[in-house]
């Protein structure tokens, strides 16, 4: 039985003017073999951080731009994912948030060493591309919790949804809807993808 190191993070979904994604690819330094993933901004939370303060915080180490909470918002998809990275098996509970910014010139001079040495490149992805790309993206669902995002009022904080563990990379327990109406967790484990 896998025994997993408990973890909470915020995700971020940076989109700009013309409606594309910021995603960063990378992979598990631990096991290289494994191939490179593309993944959203952000982290674990600090103790005593708050899942907003931890995207406002990680928005800025990981790409240079500067928000406050209040710019960061609410959660507009939750879930849980289970992963192994760099030897730790984790099982993280994660809220994602919409930034929207007209354009924004990305600076990782603030990644730490582990997002140096395990994050090789990023773009900015369309939502066509996102959907019709071949390459691996987590969470699996992405392109759909985009739209949901874009789409529809931010719901209220809700619980997230869980994802079953993974080879390499990130797992998804399960996106949840997220839309013009509230959104509660959804209940059960998907298995299967690495997380964005």
């Known amino acids: 039985m896998t025994v997993y190191t408990p973890r909470r993070a915020a ?3 940076l989109v700009d003017g013309t409606g594309r994604l910021l995603l960063f690819r990378g992979f598990d330094p ?3 073999e494994g ?3 593309w993944f ?3 982290g674990g939370l600090d103790p005593g951080e708050t899942y907003a303060e931890c995207a406002a915080r990680e928005l800025a180490e990981e790409t240079g731009l500067r928000v406050t909470v209040a ?5 507009v998809h939750a879930d849980v994912t289970e992963f192994s990275f760099d030897g730790v098996w984790y ?5 994602f ?3 929207q910014v007209a354009a924004h010139e990305v600076d990782t001079a603030g990644f730490s060493e582990v997002e140096r040495g395990s994050v090789d490149g990023h773009r900015w992805w369309s939502a066509r591309e996102l959907a019709s790309t071949g390459e691996r993206c987590y969470p699996t669902d992405l392109a759909a919790v985009l739209a949901a995002a874009l789409a529809g009022p931010t719901p209220r904080e809700a619980g997230p949804r869980e994802v079953g563990p993974r080879e390499v990379g990130p797992r998804e327990v399960g996106p949840r809807e997220v839309g013009p109406r509230e959104v509660g967790p959804r209940e059960g484990v ?3 993808g690495s997380q964005c």
Request: zero cysteines.
């Open 91 to 95: 099982r993280q509970e994660q809220r």
């Open 97 to 99: 948030f919409l930034v």
């Open 190 to 192: 998907r298995k299967g």
């Open 30 to 32: 631990a096991r290289p």
């Open 40 to 42: 959203t901004p952000g």
């Open 71 to 75: 710019e960061v918002g609410e959660p």
């Open 11 to 13: 995700r971020v979904l």
């Open 35 to 37: 191939g490179r993933w």
